[in-house]
């Protein structure tokens, strides 16, 4: 890889436990049979659907749907995001990411490129994020206009930071979204949600930390 100025980061799959690892929690506390919902690369024997949005080719927010569809079959009028937020994320950051972002900042810029954190976090979550320390800016597609992994949202998190693309890293759990950001001109890199011990050794490994 080249040298690398900024660490840009997205946050719903990488920082947090992803929805797929608290959906025996959702399922207990709302009624749902267990394995009601899916579990997306958790699955051993793999999962099709998952498959097709980490590769891109199947939309992400249609996926969740049909995920809030299938919940409603059980629990009528249960909206997934309503229901996860419910069950709280504040503190529930992986404390092996959360290490990693603390030791980053002696070496390297760092910021957040994320798709509608809102679902999940909660109107006006940026005003009182507990991570938000860490970054220097945080860019959602709510205020940018476009998700990833359009070319145009990594362009635009390039030029709000100042940077330039060849000297941004980008992490990121779904394929679709790291391949997008190389054909932008950035290096990448894709955090493995199932081992995130591992993702973050790479990452130290790669960023000499």
């Known amino acids: 890889m080249s040298e690398i100025d900024v660490v840009l980061w997205d946050i719903g799959q990488v920082l947090y436990q992803s929805p797929f690892e608290r959906f025996g929690e959702l399922e207990e506390r709302t009624g749902m049979p267990e394995g009601t919902l899916p579990r997306g690369p958790f699955v051993p024997e793999g999962d099709a659907e998952y498959d097709r949005v980490d590769s891109?080719?199947?939309?992400?927010?249609?996926?969740?749907?049909?995920?809030?569809?299938?919940?409603?079959?059980?629990?009528?009028?249960?909206?997934?995001?309503?229901?996860?937020?419910?069950?709280?994320?504040?503190?529930?950051?992986?404390?092996?990411?959360?290490?990693?972002?603390?030791?980053?900042p002696s070496r390297y810029r760092q910021a957040v490129l994320t798709n509608d954190a809102t679902k999940f976090l909660g109107e006006g979550w940026k005003a009182s994020w507990e991570y938000a320390h860490y970054f220097e800016r945080i860019v959602d597609s709510l205020d940018i206009g476009v998700r990833k992994p359009d070319p145009a949202s990594y362009a635009a998190a390039v030029d709000l930071l100042g940077a330039e693309a060849s000297r941004v890293l980008f992490v990121d759990d779904l394929t679709a979204n790291v391949e997008g950001a190389r054909a932008a001109g950035l290096q990448a890199f894709r955090f493995d949600t199932t081992d995130p011990a591992a993702s973050v050794a790479g990452l130290r490994a790669l960023l000499g930390l």
């Open 56 to 104: 891109g080719e199947r939309d992400e927010p249609e996926y969740w749907r049909d995920i809030e569809a299938l919940a409603r079959e059980t629990v009528p009028g249960l909206h997934l995001y309503d229901a996860l937020r419910e069950l709280g994320w504040e503190g529930k950051g992986r404390p092996v990411v959360v290490g990693l972002l603390a030791d980053i």
